[in-house]
């Protein structure tokens, strides 16, 4: 959800009872009926203003599945 007044997401447990909406092959849930409302009008905007979130706290990327697991590299190819 948004913060109130502003545009920086708010991370919080969905509310089951709100239901769940589907958008580009993921199913999102809410928090508030304010923030499915905002994420209808600008479900593009949301994202990306969570992605934007995320990033300032690394350990959200991997937990939000928002970036493919980094590739492992073979230490011998490396040291060679």
């Not at 109130?4 to 993921?26: D, I, M, Q």
């Not at 949301?46 to 990033?55: G, H, I, K, R, S």
């Amino acid at each position: 959800s948004r913060a109130p007044g502003g545009t920086t997401p708010t991370l919080c447990r969905a509310n089951p009872a709100l239901g769940y909406l589907s958008y580009n092959g993921a199913v999102y849930g809410f928090a508030s009926n304010a923030s499915v409302q905002a994420f209808v009008e600008d479900p593009q905007g949301c994202l990306e203003a969570l992605a934007a979130a995320a990033a300032a706290e690394p350990l959200l990327v991997r937990l939000l599945g928002l970036a493919a697991p980094v590739p492992a590299a073979d230490v011998h190819a490396v040291l060679a």
